[in-house]
């Protein structure tokens, strides 16, 4: 079984900060590549930010200059850094593992719940 706890979403005003953090647990081999997405209301899922296991990082348009991600190895762990945050970033934000449960196995994606992040004007 394969867990993803996310945890940092909440309600900041425009121009604030906030920092989210998902680990994964369980029973795995090794994480391949992390990500975070995100889904507004009525609009469909969308990559915000993603980071391989070599540290190799790439981000959606829209958030280049004011968001980081990163991660800890050792504690099968991404971030996403939000700064200069903007009511358009105000969504449901979603983390993503891609994974080998065994050393055998092909890989497979799990999601997290979910956490909200508003931004108000």
């Known amino acids: 079984q394969v867990q993803l706890v996310e945890s940092g979403g909440g309600l900041v005003q425009a121009g604030g900060s906030l920092r989210l953090s998902c680990v994964a647990s369980?029973?795995?081999?090794?994480?391949?590549?992390m990500g975070w997405y995100r889904q507004a209301p009525g609009k469909q899922r969308e990559l915000v930010a993603h980071?391989?296991?070599?540290?190799?990082?790439n981000y959606a348009d829209s958030i280049k200059g004011r968001f980081t991600i990163s991660r800890d190895n050792a504690k099968n762990t991404v971030y996403l850094q939000m700064n200069s945050l903007k009511p358009e970033d105000t969504a449901v934000y979603y983390c993503?593992?891609?994974?080998?449960?065994?050393?055998?196995?092909?890989?497979?994606?799990?999601w997290g719940q979910g956490t909200q992040v508003t931004v108000s004007s």
């Open positions: 993503r593992t891609d994974l080998f449960r065994t050393s055998w196995d092909l890989s497979h994606d799990y």
């Open positions: 369980g029973n795995f081999w090794r994480i391949n590549a």
């Open positions: 980071i391989t296991s070599g540290d190799s990082t």
